[in-house]
C-alpha cells in the first residue's frame, strides 16, 4: 500500500497514521521529519537544505522532492509508505508523481480525512496546554475538572498563541486554498478515497480499513 494522507489541521490525520503504520507495518514519512534527519545526518541535500534555512528562508520544492525520493528508495518503503504533509499543492503532486513513476512505486491510495469546519475550529482552537507537564486538553471537547489547572498536576492552562482563532482561520483558509485542487487532481487519476473523521477513532479506523480494503 502506497499512501498519501490528506486533511486539514486537527482533522486526525496523525492519530489514523499511526494506526495504519501498525495495522500494515509500513513506514509513515513526514517531509518535517526527513528534513531535520537530512540537516542532522549532514547528507548532501541536509546541507543545502541547512544553507537555505539558515537563511530564514523556505527550503525549495526541488529539495524537497529530492529528500522524499531518497527516503522512498529506502529498504523500509519496499511493502508500501504513507506520506502525511506532502504534497499540499498540485504543482508538488505533478512532481511527486514524477519520482514516483521513476522509482517504481507510483501511489495506490490518496486518502482524505473530512471534517466539518466548524469542528476543526473547536477542536484547535479549544485546546489547552499545561505549562508544566504539557499535558492537553480541549474546553469543548476534554475539559479539565477544573477550569485552567491540570488534573494530573495541578498546573495551570494556558493556550499556545499558533491556536489562537485568527492564527487556526488563517491557517484553514490556506489549507482550503490549496487543498481543493489537490483533491481534484487526485479525483481525476481515480485514487482518492474519504472518510468522515468525526466520532470515536476506533470506528473511523475501521471506516478507513474498509475502504483501503
Do not use: H, W
Not at 492519530?15 to 531535520?36: F, V
Not at 469543548?140 to 475538572?145: D, E, I, L, P, T
Not at 487556526?168 to 481534484?184: C, F, G, S
Amino acid at each position: 500500500m502506497r499512501l498519501v494522507l490528506l486533511g486539514a489541521p486537527g482533522a486526525g490525520k496523525g492519530t489514523q497514521a499511526k494506526k495504519l503504520i501498525e495495522k500494515y507495518s509500513i513506514p509513515q514519512i513526514s517531509t518535517g521529519d526527513i528534513l531535520r534527519k537530512a540537516v542532522a545526518d549532514g547528507t548532501p541535500l541536509g546541507k543545502e537544505a541547512k544553507a537555505v534555512m539558515d537563511k530564514g528562508e523556505l527550503v525549495s520544492d526541488k529539495i524537497v522532492l529530492g529528500l522524499v525520493e531518497e527516503r522512498l528508495k529506502q529498504d523500509d518503503c519496499k511493502k508500501g509508505y504513507i506520506l502525511d504533509g506532502f504534497p499540499r499543492n498540485t504543482a508538488q503532486a505533478e512532481a511527486l508523481d514524477g519520482i514516483l513513476t521513476k522509482i517504481g512505486a507510483p501511489l495506490t491510495v490518496a486518502l482524505s480525512v473530512d471534517v466539518d469546519m466548524d469542528i476543526l475550529l473547536k477542536r484547535l482552537t479549544g485546546r489547552r496546554t499545561c505549562k508544566n507537564c504539557q499535558q492537553m486538553y480541549n474546553v469543548y471537547f476534554s475539559k479539565s475538572a477544573k477550569e485552567n489547572v491540570c488534573d494530573k498536576c495541578g498546573g495551570e492552562l494556558f493556550q499556545r498563541d499558533d491556536d489562537k482563532e485568527a492564527t487556526i482561520k488563517k491557517r484553514l483558509d490556506v489549507y482550503e486554498a490549496q487543498t481543493a485542487p489537490l483533491m481534484d487532481y487526485y479525483k481525476k487519476k481515480g485514487i482518492l478515497k474519504s472518510v468522515a473523521g468525526m466520532g470515536n477513532i476506533d470506528e473511523i479506523f475501521n471506516k478507513v480499513c474498509a475502504l483501503l480494503g
